[in-house]
């Protein structure tokens, strides 16, 4: 990333006086900006701050609505909350993570998917229950995950 990408944060940081005590709302302007928080903003936002890059990879790795990689144009979520596991959720993210060849937390490589899992989505009467995006999918089982995955797949290349 050069210059030019760098703009960006430096009119955020700005914004904020850079303002040591605004580290986080800087962060999550950030990666709204960005869509993650790329090491060369992180160590950009260390140096204009004059804090320890350490400092700032500690609160960006400490608070998970931070994000270090790019996620995927879909994300899903497993809710892997009580009324959920109960019901099978275990089986769904088991599913996903292998028709998807990757583990929650992590990207396919064509960056169509992020999985993620959640303790709990608050609809737990729909359960188990995967999130695509904003379509809550509820009832879901192991064997309705290659479904719903190929309706996101066939939805980015139409």
């Known amino acids: 990333m050069g210059t030019v990408g760098l703009e960006k944060v430096d009119t955020i940081i700005s914004s904020y006086d850079s303002d040591r005590s605004s580290l986080i709302?800087?962060?999550q302007d950030a990666q709204a900006e960005y869509g993650y928080l790329p090491q060369d903003v992180l160590k950009r936002v260390a140096v204009k701050l004059d804090i320890p890059l350490i400092?700032?990879?500690g609160v960006a790795t400490?608070?998970?609505?931070?994000?270090l990689k790019?996620?995927?144009r879909y994300l899903i979520?497993?809710?892997l909350g009580t009324a959920c596991h109960?019901?099978?959720?275990?089986?769904?993210?088991e599913e996903t993570?292998?028709?998807l060849s990757v583990k929650a937390g992590e990207t396919t490589d064509d960056g169509l998917f992020t999985l993620e899992t959640v303790n709990c989505l608050g609809c737990c009467a729909l359960g188990p229950v995967t999130v695509v995006n904003d379509e809550y999918v509820g009832q879901m089982t192991g064997s309705k995950v290659a479904s719903l995955l190929k309706r996101?797949?066939?939805k980015d290349k139409g």
Do not use: M, N, S, T
């Open 62 to 67: 400490f608070f998970r609505a931070f994000r």
């Open 77 to 79: 979520r497993v809710c």
């Open 25 to 27: 709302a800087i962060l």
């Open 55 to 57: 400092q700032v990879f």
């Open 97 to 99: 993570e292998r028709r």
């Open 70 to 72: 790019p996620k995927g």
């Open 86 to 93: 109960v019901r099978g959720a275990p089986r769904v993210l």
């Open 152 to 154: 996101y797949a066939k």
